[in-house]
């Protein structure tokens, strides 16, 4: 098991408020998932692991830990009791794993609300302090300004574009770069 995750696995994830809890997924929120996930709008912010359409098989290859890897931390949003989203965090490898990156999604009919603003202030904190990180970082497509938003809300600075970096759906798109460190900032050695 990485290091990493280990740390993180003595620490529970945290509660939002009272409405949202992020907790591990379970089998049962397949119907949840896929209600959620099956949503060209969700999907074409996030990586092409996350397919459109999605399938109930798409839904169950995730639960069982086929597509990401789970005993990293990687929760269901849930809201009111029922899975409405996800939010996971990648460590990185040797000596990158002072770092980390995280991403998210939520089903589109909780979008404009405010509630991922309210998860990423609770989730980029605990996951920085669970796995011992200075860096947490998020790439956000370049047409995707709510993503962005959601990061400078909560303490992400901007630190480039990474120009051309991929194609989705037939286009070319940049992803722009967001870090957010632990304070107080260190430096670092030249
Ligand atoms: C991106 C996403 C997570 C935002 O979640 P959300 O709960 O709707 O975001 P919030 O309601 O907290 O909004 C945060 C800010 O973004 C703004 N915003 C949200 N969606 C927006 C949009 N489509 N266009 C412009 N601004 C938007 C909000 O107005 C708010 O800014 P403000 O407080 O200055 O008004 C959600 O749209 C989603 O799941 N999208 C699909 C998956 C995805 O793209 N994930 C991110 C991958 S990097």
Known sequence: MPEASAT???HAPPRVDDR???RPWRAADLDDLVAHADDARVS????DRFPFP???????AFLAGRVVDMSVPVFAIEIDGRAAGGIGVRPFAGERRVGAEFGYWLGQRYW???LMTRVVAVFAPWAMDALALE???ATVLDFNVGSARVLEKNGFTEE?????????RGQLHDLRMFARLREPDHGCVP
Not at 44 to 47: A, T, Y
Not at 160 to 168: E, F, I, N, P, S
């Open 135 to 137: 860096r947490l970082q």
């Open 8 to 10: 993180a696995g003595t």
């Open 54 to 60: 999605y399938t109930r098989a798409d839904g169950e």
């Open 44 to 47: 074409r912010g996030v990586s």
């Open 20 to 22: 949202i809890v992020l």
């Open 160 to 168: 480039g574009v990474h120009r051309r970096a991929l194609r989705k």
């Open 112 to 114: 404009g609300q405010g």
